[in-house]
Structure formats: C-alpha cells, structure tokens
C-alpha cells in the first residue's frame, strides 16, 4: 500500500508541480514564522523552515496511519541578504531594482516526514537577471505578480522575459525541486 502523502503548504505553484510528476495528494494548512535568526547561514533557514512546516503538517494529519508530510521553502539571496515575499510594492520594487543585471541564488528546501523519520533535499539555482529600468519595474510591480513570491518575481511568469540565465533547476526556482522531491518521496514510499 502506498502511503498517503499531504503537501504541507498554501502556495499553488507546490500543488502545480507537485501534479506535474503525477503524485496524489492532499493539501494541509499549516502557518508557520518564517523569520531568520541573527547569524543564521541563509541554507540552514531554508532548511529548517521547510523542516518546520514538514513537521506542523504532521502534527495536522497526526493519528493517521502511513501519513507522509511534505514541506518546503523558497528564498532568493543576494549577497548574503534572504529577499522573502515582499510586504508591498515598495518593497518589491527595491528588490527588483537590487536583482537586476545581476546573478542572485535561490535556495529551494524540501522536507519529508512521517511518524518515524524525517529527511530533507537542497536544490541550489543562480539566476542572473537582464538589467531593468525603472519603467520596467513599475509596471512588473503594477502586474501584481511579485506578491507571495520570493524575490519579487515569478520565473514562471512575465519575469521569465528578465532571466538571462539559469544555472540549476527550474522548479526549485519555481518553489519545488521536483528531482529531489521525487527522489525523497520514493524514499518514503510516497511515489511509484
Ligand atoms: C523565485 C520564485 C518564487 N516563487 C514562489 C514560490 C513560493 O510560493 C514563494 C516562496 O515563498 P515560500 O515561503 O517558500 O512559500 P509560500 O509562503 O508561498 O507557501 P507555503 O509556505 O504555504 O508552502 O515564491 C515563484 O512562484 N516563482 C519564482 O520564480
């Protein structure tokens, strides 16, 4: 028997990728503090808040026999800064306006749990962005797109016309490594 797999998270880009590798699943709410601590390596954040939401997931789901909980993270990182999802636009501009012409990480976590073992995947990407004015930025910022994005942006919609080049995985930007997803689901019986 296959175990039943929830995916521990709000965001739709998750549900989209995690449908593209064809797993069943379900979606569990969980609301977890995304917040850095002081001296905290931008990975080990990553990490530990995909870890956090794996973790509140089965808690949700707690009881349920055969029950595997899938968390996960995305931040952009440039020169040590995390960029989260922006408040407002204001703040996605700044951010935009600090990516262009520029190479920036995206770090993308995926943890997996179930009552007995835990175990989690990196998928590290560098995305170098065209330079952009500032006519460009408003109107990216007035398209509503960069909100609930890491970094302002969405790769996979209209920022895919700032990307000059990707180096690493285009999922993982997108918010769900799929190889090591798979790989770890696999792992825990959670895909064929
Ligand atoms: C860089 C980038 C990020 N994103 C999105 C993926 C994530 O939804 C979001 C990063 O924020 P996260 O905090 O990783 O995720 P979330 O708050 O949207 O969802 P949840 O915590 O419930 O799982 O940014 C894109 O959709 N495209 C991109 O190109």
Redesign the pocket.
């Known amino acids: 028997m296959r175990a039943m797999l929830y ?8 549900r989209q990728l995690l449908e593209q590798i064809g797993v069943r699943f379900e979606v569990v ?2 609301d ?1 503090i ?1 917040a850095r601590a002081p001296g905290e390596a931008a990975q080990a954040y ?1 990490e530990r ?2 870890r956090d ?1 794996a973790r509140a997931g089965l808690r949700r789901v707690d009881g349920e026999r055969a029950a595997v909980v899938l ?6 990182v440039l020169d040590d800064v995390v960029f ?2 922006p408040a407002d636009a204001e703040e996605a501009a700044a951010m935009l306006r600090r990516l262009a012409g520029r190479t920036h990480r ?1 770090i ?1 976590a995926v943890c997996v749990a179930d009552g007995a073992r835990e175990a989690c995947a990196v998928s590290l990407s560098e ?1 170098t962005f065209a330079p952009l004015d500032e006519a460009a930025i408003a109107a990216y910022v007035a398209s509503g797109e960069p909100f ?4 302002a ?5 209209r ?1 895919a016309a700032f990307v000059a080049h990707l180096a690493g995985s285009y999922s993982g ?4 490594p799929l190889f090591e997803t798979c790989g770890l689901l696999r792992a825990f019986g959670a895909a064929p």
Request: proline share 2%; glycine share 14%; hydrophobic share 45%.
């Open positions: 995916l521990a998270s709000q965001s739709p880009r998750r709410d969980v977890v995304e990553v808040v995909a939401k968390g996960a993270d995305t931040e952009v989260g999802k995206v993308s995305v609930g994005k890491a970094g942006y969405a790769i996979q919609g920022a930007v997108m918010g769900l």
